[in-house]
């Protein structure tokens, strides 16, 4: 079969790359799942578009973030940052808590493109995506929007970005206060990354760990010991899941990289996780991988209707997005020297204020933490 795109995985980045492609086209979103975006392999958290327009200023239009109320299980107000010894941050920073499954099924099915769901891409060769049912499709463009273990990325040799790990249960019965988004960190519960509580509304909420293979190497842990922990022990999540009933599970990985160098090779897109289009140091995906999936769509349309070059892609979503992922990414890099023992971590954060921390939420990089740098080697040795 002869189509003009392929969008290959449809999560957020394929969703949103269905909704802004032309409906002139003849598109074909493919996913391997029956039902898109389910199960929910998330903690489901976005910030508002008020927020949005704080964390990424150099955005044109923020309308993808008037999410409607039909996809928002809940609305939480403020962040609080755990640390390993109970201190707490508490920051004023509000979330749409997404029914994600319910909003990418909507936003792809709602793109009137062709859906073959329950259809899984088995190999990609020369613009040809032949599927495991033996069937074969051959696009004039191809969006790789297949996510972290992207089987597109890893045919053209560019899968090469770091993954963590992650683990989550939905609770019910959880008893923690449903404006506030919990982030938590230390060796025993997320090694590398961070734990976290996500109230659903409802008494229910997303509880989870992520952390990544050579910190939790190190300490001797893996994952289940670790969500075990953050549940059952670990005093700070713990207490507000005593009477709490597990009633979903899932495991996953999200990539903690910079994106690939490239996102086009040919008539290949790349988009979201499959590039790496994260804000590393929180592990945030969604909103990158609406605004990247916008953009392919709408540059893809024009390059077939001989309006522009594929090429715009790569300085479009760059200029919207890579400033923030680079902040990002050098807070997550500056972690990665400073968190291995938590003792000490608690004494660098002696140093970090609350407005520091709504900063660092924001993936913006506080004066004192850039000047900071040069001088790790010795704080390491005297705090
Ligand atoms: C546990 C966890 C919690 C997270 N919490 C948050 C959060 O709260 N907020 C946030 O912003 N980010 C969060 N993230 C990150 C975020 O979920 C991702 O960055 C985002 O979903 C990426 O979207 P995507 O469309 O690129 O990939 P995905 O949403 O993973 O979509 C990829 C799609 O491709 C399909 N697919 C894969 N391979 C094939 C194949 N061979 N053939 C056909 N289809 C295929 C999959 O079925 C899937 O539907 C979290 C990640 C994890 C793992």
Known sequence: MNIDVAVVGVGVAGAFALRSLSKKLNVVGIDKRQKPGYPVECGEIIPTKEEMKELLPDLEDYSLFDIPKRFESNKTKAFAFVLPNGKTYTVDFEMHVLQRDKFIQTVAAESGHKLMLNSRVSDFRDSTVKLANGEEMTAKVVVASDGANSKIAKRLGVWNYELASAKQYVMKDVECDEDTVYMYVGNRIAPGGYAWIIPKGDGIANVGVGLRQKFAKAVGINIHQALDTFVKEFPYSSCFLKKSEIIGKIGAVVPVSLP????????????????????????????????????????????LEGKNGLEEYEELWRNALFRVMERSYFI??????????DKRLVRYFALIGNRDMSMILRSRVPLKLKMAVPLIPLLNLML
Not at 260 to 289: C, Q, R, W
Not at 333 to 339: A, G, L, T, V
């Open 260 to 303: 690939i160098e490239k996102t086009i090779y040919g008539n290949v897109i790349f988009t979201g996780d499959s590039a790496s289009m994260i804000l590393s140091h929180v592990g945030a995906g969604i909103p990158t991988s609406m605004i990247a999936g916008d953009i392919a769509g709408r540059v893809i349309s024009g390059y």
């Open 332 to 341: 997550k890099s500056m972690w990665d020297r400073i968190s291995d023992n």
